[in-house]
């Protein structure tokens, strides 16, 4: 999952955007610092983040964020065969590694500030090295018992599935979907619209094919112009 942030409470910062990268698998993240969300800072950010990662994704899952979802990110995925699904709700994974992030960069920050009483504010962008060192090779993480670093090794593949497995069935919010089911699609709402507006279709639909791809389902229905995932389907 990619992701965007904002660093909003600083002074003078020299980058006040954020990239976030992270394997839903193994929970392996990158960070990278960018100017801004305009199209060529948002392409270098990519690019440079799926190198940190250390290897190619297959997936790229992002929110409708249209830095994210311009002509030319869509060309470079095209030719680099990676496929980009776009959620209408938000990159669960990445928004929730966001706030671990900030949780340990702002600790670093303060600590930083206490000690040497630094006049204004230091460069975030400074602290992402030592963060994701932290991050990535010493943090356990609860659903593949783990640190990313270690979930990643080919030799400890089997673990993590099952320990991801285990957790999933504990935490499963909806109930299973089969070809032919009738669903109702997550929709954008409109500018002004009211709030009490239901966030589903109108429409109900049927589920015609289901596509597995790295342990998450995506639902295809009939009339759709795109795969969806399962919380963006509503059985009916």
Request: with cysteine; proline share 3%.
């Amino acid at each position: 999952q990619v992701d965007l942030f904002f660093i909003n409470d600083l002074e003078e910062q020299k980058f006040r955007v954020g990239m976030v990268c992270i394997d839903i698998f193994s929970k392996f993240a990158s960070v990278v610092p960018i100017m801004s969300k305009d199209t060529g800072d948002v392409a270098a950010g990519i690019i440079e983040s799926l190198q940190r990662m250390g290897r190619k994704p297959k997936i790229i899952y992002t929110d409708d964020e249209a830095a994210l979802s311009t002509s030319a990110l869509k060309t470079y995925f095209e030719e680099q065969k990676i496929t980009h699904y776009i959620t209408r709700k938000h990159a669960a994974f990445a928004e929730r590694f966001i706030r671990t992030f900030k949780g340990m960069l702002y600790k670093r920050i303060d600590s930083t500030q206490n000690k040497k009483k630094t006049e204004g504010d230091p460069q975030w962008a400074d602290y992402v090295y030592q963060v994701m060192l932290t991050y990535n090779n010493k943090l356990v993480h609860s659903s593949t018992k783990k640190t990313p670093a270690d979930a990643t090794k080919e030799t400890h593949q089997m673990d993590v599935k099952a320990n991801l497995e285990i957790r999933a069935m504990k935490n499963r919010k909806y109930p299973p979907l089969k070809v032919g089911d009738s669903v109702k699609l997550m929709r954008k709402k409109k500018a002004g619209e009211k709030e009490r507006t239901s966030n589903w279709s109108i429409e109900v639909f049927k589920v015609t094919a289901i596509n597995e791809q790295h342990g998450q389902d995506y639902y295809t229905t009939d009339g759709a112009e795109r795969e969806y995932t399962r919380a963006e389907v509503l059985k009916v």
